[in-house]
């Protein structure tokens, strides 16, 4: 059974525009959640990491949110670009050692449209 | 530079042929891992390595078997492929399995 569930599938946004993507997980236990961004036919690059029971990062235009009593995050890409098409992947880890397993997301797919 | 680097990136192989992917990292991770992605479907961890010659099964290592002898270096082998064996292989590596991992760009398996 599907342990992280990503919305939508797939978005198609107008460069500029902001727009947010989310995460559903069922992991037990939460250590942390990643977001990814992986390009077509390339690797995955690590965009946040959140960590506390209630988080809140940003990097840049990309900021996130998790809430690990409704066990949801949320990114959010502000003034898109075109170089924001790409697959983003939510990544949960369910300890922060190599005993921990990493439990992915299917990713949103964004395409940025001029 | 910290990466992590695949070898090769593309390749097309016969059913019931042998299959060598390479992976090699230059930060001394001890923790490696092989990942397989699949359309619709999230990273499935293959094997996972702890340091060299300490390796245990990830959630799908039927088909699949894998060599660590050196820190840097983590191959994942095929023996006599099959067709649904055909993904993208991703190798990934982590300090101590810290919750930053990097990831390698992919090998793309082709099985006919």
């Known amino acids: 059974k599907t342990q992280v569930e990503q919305s939508p599938q797939s978005l198609v946004v107008r460069q500029g525009e902001n727009c947010v993507l989310q995460c559903n997980y069922s992991v037990t236990p939460d250590n942390h959640l990643r977001w990814f961004k992986q390009d077509t036919g390339k690797g995955l690059v690590s965009l946040t990491v959140?960590?506390?029971?209630?988080d809140k990062t940003s990097n840049g235009r990309y900021s996130a949110t998790l809430d690990k009593d409704a066990k949801h995050s949320t990114l959010h890409i502000t003034a898109t670009l075109l170089d924001d098409t790409a697959t983003y992947i939510c990544?949960?880890?369910?300890?922060?050692?190599?005993?921990?397993?990493?439990?992915f997301g299917a990713g949103t797919q964004l395409i940025v449209i001029p | 530079d910290m990466k992590v680097t695949q070898m090769p990136r593309y390749l097309i192989k016969r059913m019931g042929e042998n299959v060598l992917l390479e992976c090699g990292q230059d930060?001394?991770?001890?923790?490696m891992y092989w990942y397989r992605q699949d359309p619709g479907l999230g990273l499935q961890l293959i094997y996972i390595?702890?340091?060299?010659?300490?390796?245990s099964e990830g959630d799908i290592p039927k088909g699949y078997r894998v060599s660590r002898k050196k820190r840097e270096h983590f191959s994942l082998i095929l023996d006599s492929a099959k067709t649904n064996q055909t993904s993208v292989y991703f190798c990934?590596?982590?300090?101590?399995?810290?919750?930053?991992?990097?990831f390698g760009k992919g090998t793309r398996l082709t099985v006919v």
């Open positions: 990544v949960v880890g369910d300890r922060g050692s190599a005993l921990g397993r990493l439990h």
């Open positions: 390595s702890y340091d060299v010659d300490s390796n």
């Open positions: 990934a590596s982590s300090l101590r399995g810290d919750t930053e991992v990097f």
């Open positions: 930060m001394s991770h001890e923790t």
């Open positions: 959140l960590v506390d029971q209630k």
